[in-house]
């Protein structure tokens, strides 16, 4: 299958897994995927993560986190940069998510961090996304 934006597949096989209540959701692994998704669960929308290798490329099999009343951690996923319209941020510009309550996910020069950790260091970059 060709994927046009394979991070936007990603966040929304997440984001209709949670809608859903299901517990897991497979989807194709990339490094790109793999490091977005091991930041989420670093975050605590997602409990697990795990590669397969099956076939060609293998994939993630992902458990989504919910909290005690079963309810989804994941409310909402925006998709902020997209192939058709790449938007960028320097490091005091990183939008803050839901009034610091969500996360920003940056692609930096040394790689995908949130938004706190890029502010941190003082580096800008490539906004991928936000989720609350």
Known sequence: MLLTDPIADLLTRVRNAARAKHRTLRAPASKVNRRLAELLKREGYL?????????PQGYLEIEVAYDSD???????????SRPGLRRYASSDGIPRVRAGLGTVILSTSRGLMTGAEARKQHI???????IW
């Open 70 to 80: 079963n309810q989804p951690v994941l409310s909402g996923v925006r998709r902020m």
């Open 47 to 55: 409990t697990r993560v795990d590669f397969v290798k099956e076939g």
């Open 124 to 130: 800008g970059g490539e906004l991928i996304c936000s």
